[in-house]
Nanobody, 117 residues
């Protein structure tokens, strides 16, 4: 069974950094697209960043220059390095595994990121 296990969420001060990890099991994710989404209370879930099997990357305008998505195929894991964090980055962050065409394979359970003084 395909599972995505996330880690790295927590509380951080504005301007700080945090790294999220998402490890896939039950599937070799090398040929798939992996992405990070976030959802704040009373808001829609939105794409934060995505990375394809060929390492093509896409970012939401709100995080460009601050966040970096990467993957380690040997570890079957995708990362989200978040720098210069702002209070508006506060949300539950979800890992998503999809086909190259964007069709869902699995969601992670979500991990809370809180940016507050």
């Amino acid at each position: 069974q395909v599972q995505l296990v996330e880690s790295g969420g927590g509380l951080v001060h504005p301007g700080g950094s945090l790294t999220l990890s998402c490890a896939a099991s039950g599937i070799n994710s090398n040929s798939n697209t992996m992405g990070w989404y976030r959802q704040a209370p009373e808001k829609q879930r939105e794409l934060v960043a995505a990375i394809t099997s060929s390492d093509n990357r896409n970012y939401a305008d709100s995080v460009k220059g601050r966040f970096t998505i990467s993957r380690d195929n040997a570890k079957n894991t995708v990362y989200l390095q978040m720098n210069s964090l702002k209070p508006e980055d506060t949300a539950v962050y979800y890992c998503r595994l999809s086909t190259t065409r964007g069709f869902l394979i699995a969601w992670g359970q979500g991990t809370q990121v809180t940016v507050s003084a």
